[in-house]
Every structure is written in C-alpha cells, then in structure tokens.
C-alpha cells in the first residue's frame, strides 16, 4: 500500500508538472466512411510528451487524473488543441467536399463540472471551432453519475449544435434506457464486438441488432478497433457508417495525420500508417 501512494503521489506531482509545462499532446486516429472509404474525422487521443519516459499512453495517467481532479486542466488542454487542429484543417482542406470533424472524449468529472459549458464556450472562441466540426464521447459509466444534471447539459451541448456519441455501447448494463432519455447522434460499438464478427452468427446477430436499434432511433454506428479486411467487408454487408481502427491508421500526430490527409483522400483497401 505504502509503494502504491508513492507511485500515485509521483505520478500526480509529474502530470501537475506536466500540465503547467505543455507535455501533453493530442494524437489523431482517422475515422473512415464505410462507403467511400474516405476520412471524414479523426478521433483525439490524449499522450504524454515525458521528458524522461518519453511518450506516455493515457491508461497510465488518466485514472490518476481522475482522481486528482487533474482531468479538468487535461481535458481542456486536449479539448484546446483538438479544436484548434480541426480548425486548421477545415480551413485548409483545399479540394476537399466535405469538412473534418474531430471527435473528444469527455470525462463525468469534466461534464459535470460547474464551470464547464463555460470552458467549452471560451474554448470554441479562442480557436475558431465551429460546433459543427465537434463531437464528443460519453461511456455509460458518464451517464451513471448524475442522471438529472447530465440530461440538462446534454441538453445545453445539443442546442449548441454539439453531436454526441455514446462510447463503449454494448458494454454496460442499462444501454437502451440510455437512449430513449438523452439525445445520442451515434453510436460507437466496441472492439470486442467487432472481433468476434468473423466467429460465427451469433456475433452477427448481435452486432445487427446494434445497428438496427442504432438505425431506428436516426443514430449513426461507428465501429471502433477494426483490424482486418474481413471485419471491414462484414461491417459494410451490416449496414455500419463509419470505422476506426488499425486497419485504416494508428493514432497519430498532428503532422502526420495532415500528411494522410494530403496523401489519401479515400482507398479501396487498406492504409497502415506509421506512429501510434
């Protein structure tokens, strides 16, 4: 117990230093139309530039963010950055039809923040982030927290022209209920379902009657963790919208997602990229 709070305590004393210092830093992984197999946003994913380990992973820190109440500085230096990246690249698109949108994961300490719909507010100012070109993620475990007062601001993000996602789905326990009672754009469906597309009916029927309850309700489905060709071809036969996943890129850096943009604009098979 004793080495466990010395590790927590070294950990937080070093992302408070790295929060101040701006070591943290956003990593971009495409999200592909199933259809044209063009990128039609990227998901933001938060690393930690470490002066001494290097790049840190999020499942090394976040949890020590959450507890401290450090998520909210993280949070909004990876909501700050993502806004700002975006920005760039709708104006910079050139011969593009259609904008970017960036997709952020939004934590129930930050939501139900007082003082959040206000950062979030300045924070679209100071970038020049349209609403249109943001989305942002919840897990069930978000909603479970305070059902009230997380209706109210998901409310208040939908009348700020904010589409948002419901993360994980098909992990928790009361994900249908969650439906009917907040006003989700998409579903993400999790890795572990995709996986097991290739295994046999079953997993299909379950993944189709995601889609379908997605579909009913004018939810799009996104597919997260898609790997291989197999899993893509039964995604698109299963009616989903769009995929992420290694198959079409790791998570990378600013400079190297704006090189896959300039380099592919869609693909009929697949493109591995490099970084992560």
């Known amino acids: 117990m004793h080495t466990s709070a010395v590790a927590l305590l070294r950990v937080e004393t070093e992302l408070r230093q790295a929060i101040e210092r701006q070591e943290l830093c956003v990593y971009y992984q495409p999200i592909v139309a199933v259809g044209s197999r063009e990128i039609v946003g990227f998901e933001a994913l938060v690393r930690w530039q470490h002066p001494v380990r290097g790049l840190v992973t999020p499942d090394e820190f976040v949890h020590v963010a959450e507890e401290t109440g450090l998520i909210?500085?993280?949070?909004?230096?990876?909501?700050?950055?993502?806004?700002?990246?975006?920005?760039?690249?709708?104006?910079?698109?050139?011969?593009?039809?259609?904008?970017?949108?960036?997709?952020?994961?939004?934590?129930?300490?930050?939501?139900?923040?007082?003082?959040?719909?206000?950062?979030?507010?300045?924070?679209?100012?100071?970038?020049?982030?349209?609403?249109?070109?943001?989305?942002?993620e919840l897990t069930e475990s978000v909603l479970m927290r305070n059902a009230e007062l997380t209706g109210r601001v998901l409310l208040a993000l939908k009348k700020r022209g904010i589409r948002l996602y419901l993360d994980d789905f098909g992990t928790g326990y009361s994900s249908l209920s969650y439906l009917h009672r907040y006003p989700f754009d998409a579903l993400k469906i999790d890795r572990s379902f995709i996986k097991n597309l290739p295994l046999g009916e079953e997993h299909v029927a379950v993944f189709r009657s995601f889609t379908a309850i997605g579909h009913n309700f004018g939810m799009d489905i996104v597919a997260e963790g898609v790997e291989t060709a197999i899993e893509l071809e039964e995604l698109q036969r299963l009616g989903c919208d769009a995929i992420q996943g290694f198959y079409f890129g790791e998570p990378l850096p600013a400079d190297k997602a704006t090189e896959l943009l300039q380099s592919n604009r869609s693909w009929g098979g697949a493109v591995k990229s490099g970084g992560g």
């Open 72 to 136: 909210i500085p993280v949070g909004l230096q990876v909501l700050h950055q993502a806004c700002e990246q975006i920005t760039w690249w709708n104006e910079n698109r050139a011969s593009r039809d259609k904008a970017l949108y960036v997709s952020v994961n939004i934590s129930g300490i930050q939501l139900l923040h007082p003082q959040w719909l206000h950062q979030l507010d300045e924070t679209l100012v100071e970038t020049g982030c349209s609403t249109r070109h943001l989305r942002l």
